[in-house]
């Protein structure tokens, strides 16, 4: 198949030199469907109903009451590195590698849909009533529900880790399809949970189309569809929220004088795409998102590079979507995202596998957190915006060479708490040998 792509960004991809790809479109009108503040606000309302209800589920968060959040981390030690010189404004970090119970940003989108789907039954079958205290679907009554109903998805790690344990927790059968990148580790914690884990051959696409696929020939089941579902959306873009909230907290203001600009791994899209729009509802033409994507999976890259909305995969145009970076290694980006992304994306800038090794150690031996590879992928970002020739180029456009020194970069470091140390000490060798 021919790509409806620019010939000399075709040859940069091809041959997985890494760039910083810079959207036309940002600007563009938004597509009617996209999710409004108002259905944002009501997934943040829900995972605060339902903090009490986790709070009983996992002793983890008595601590916190419940709340699924990460903390903010000042990055400026991380960006006096000298791979970084020249990176002007100040450096945060969001630590959604350590989010609670499932240790990665898909907490998230996954534990709000999961949530949302058991109020839902347990509204249709009466067991709650709306004003009720959520705690209840924790009762006897909404468990002996819960069992009777499975609930299904396919991954290539972490949604699965997420989905499934919050879903075993309340107490549905739990069913979790893996891609052929997931980790050992990570398909035997779920099993140690109860969750029933299916082992594929092929890649992300084949275990979502899989899970699809046994989900709709049972009326008891319920399938969360990564490439597709709003409240997957809606509960990353959240997120939004809460962040705007710590920044203030932090005598950070975002406007015209003090530009924001936010870079995020991405999978499928869903989780940066939530979190870049639930950003943009609040912060407008000041916040500006960046994506990080391997250059072998630049799924979201390649399909907003090509103008339209017929899907155009990674392997269309001769990439093997073969990573390191589990949570990224998506051949296709989501029809749900891209069209968001469309309008809303400043731009994509590419990594190779061995710097997610090497930016990661640096996020360990400056920051003291230990991140997976894909966590890593987006620590490049403000070197792109201020020192390549592209994000100069960005800059100018947008008029903001001058408030640079005023702007606020943002890394999100999405996953990495759950994985073992063995597994840390080898990524940590791995950066170590490539530093030489
Ligand atoms: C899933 C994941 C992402 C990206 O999320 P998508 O919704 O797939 O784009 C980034 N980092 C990690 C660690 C992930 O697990």
Known sequence: MSAPLPPALLATLQVRQPLLWLNPQLGSALPASAPTAQQVQA????????????AMLFPELAATQGQIESALHDASALYAQPPYHGVQGRCWLKGDHA??????????????????????????????????????????DARALFARHSVVVGSTGNLGLSIGIMAAALGFQAVVHMSVEAKEWKKARLRQRGVTVVEHAGDYA???????????????????????????????????????????????????????????????????????????LLFGPHVHC????PVASPCMLVQLASGGDAPLSVYDIGLDNRTEADGLAVGLASPLVAPLMRAELSG?????????????????????????????????????????????????????????????????????????AEEHQRFRQRGLLLQG
């Open 290 to 293: 960046f994506f990080a994507e």
């Open 99 to 140: 989010l609670p119970v499932a240790g990665s940003i898909k907490a998230r989108g996954g534990f709000h849909e999961v949530l949302a789907h058991a109020e839902t039954l347990a509204l249709q079958h009466g067991v709650i009533q709306p004003e009720d205290d959520r705690r209840l679907l924790a009762s006897p």
């Open 43 to 54: 997934a943040a309302a829900r995972l605060q109903r339902c903090a009490g209800l986790l």
């Open 206 to 280: 084949a275990a979502v189309a899989a899970g699809r696929a046994t989900a709709e020939a049972d009326p008891n089941s319920y399938f969360v569809d990564d490439e597709h579902s709003l409240p997957l959306l809606l509960g990353y873009a959240a997120a939004a929220a809460a962040l705007a909230a710590q920044l203030a907290a932090q005598g950070v203001t975002v406007d015209a004088a003090h530009p924001l600009f936010v870079y995020l791994p991405c999978g499928v899209g869903g989780a940066p795409g939530g979190i870049a729009h639930g950003m943009k």
């Open 348 to 420: 994509v800038f590419t990594v190779g596998d061995d710097d997610l090794f090497r930016q990661r150690l640096l996020v360990e031996d400056h920051c003291a957190m230990a991140v997976e590879p894909s966590a890593a992928a987006a620590v490049a970002g403000p070197h792109w915006l201020c020192n390549s020739p592209a994000g100069q180029a960005y800059l100018a456009a947008h008029g903001l060479q001058g408030q640079l020194a005023d702007s606020h970069h943002l890394i999100w470091t999405t996953g990495g708490a759950l994985v073992p």
